[in-house]
């Protein structure tokens, strides 16, 4: 039925926008974690119906950013340190998966050693340029959109929804986990992040423009080390 398909596709659109919205709060970190609420409260906030509400926030607990209890609704959760570290192995060898891959096969990179990046890696350079920049400002909110488009593009390229989908989950993940600690720092006036934040965002397209899987390698490898490091001291801190 036209009407009963209409509304099957708008709920599921809205239930997205929700589940996307709380998850800028979580990143943003107007949502703390641990901080609890129930679907009667962020159904009221976003003024819709419950039934989405509830399905965002199943998609968020699925994800790993939420926990959910039985009794007294949902709460943000709390990853520790260990956590952080798995999450960087895991994204290092799902990156370098993709990257063998993608070199191997020649497509859709060309292998053109001295000139601009093939058209299936500009818009990805573009989006790394530009987190690049907000690395080198210090702008953790715009740093964070524009890294997880960078990842989520460059993995597409590997022509595998199901991988690239894992991908970006591990690395919302670890941005929420490393997000708690970058801005308490700020807060607590340790954070000027001008120069902590990694941003070597255009040297990773560019090694696999020149096909070098060393190369990229070992950008992502320094990558997770200085995510990792900083982290950790803004723990012990």
């Not at 926990?67 to 895991?90: I, K, P, T």
Request: glycine share 8%; hydrophobic share 40%.
């Amino acid at each position: 039925m036209p009407g009963t398909d209409g509304t099957a596709v708008i709920r599921s659109t809205l239930r997205q926008q929700i589940a996307d919205a709380l998850r800028d709060e979580i990143l943003g970190g107007r949502l703390e974690p641990g901080q609890e609420f129930t679907v009667k409260e962020i159904a009221e906030q976003y003024g819709v119906s419950a039934t989405p509400v509830r399905e965002a926030l199943v998609n968020l607990a699925a994800q790993g950013l939420l926990d959910a209890d039985q009794h007294r609704g949902y709460r943000v959760h709390e990853h520790s340190l260990a956590d952080y570290r798995s999450m960087l192995q895991a994204r290092g060898l799902v990156a370098d998966g993709i990257f063998r891959d993608l070199i191997k096969n020649g497509t859709p990179l060309g292998p053109r050693p001295q000139k601009e990046a093939s058209d299936a890696l500009i818009s990805v350079r573009r989006r790394g340029e530009e987190a690049a920049r907000a690395a080198c400002a210090g702008d953790l909110n715009v740093l964070i959109g524009y890294d997880l488009r960078f990842w989520r593009e460059l993995s597409a390229l590997f022509g595998n929804p199901y991988l690239s989908d894992f991908l970006h989950r591990i690395r919302v993940q670890s941005w929420v986990c490393a997000v708690t600690y970058l801005r308490r720092a700020v807060e607590h006036g340790d954070g000027d992040l001008r120069g902590t934040l990694w941003a070597r965002h255009t040297e990773l397209v560019d090694a696999l423009a020149h096909r070098d899987p060393k190369a990229a390698h070992a950008i992502v490898e320094e990558y997770n080390a200085h995510s990792l490091a900083l982290i950790e001291r803004l723990a012990a801190a």
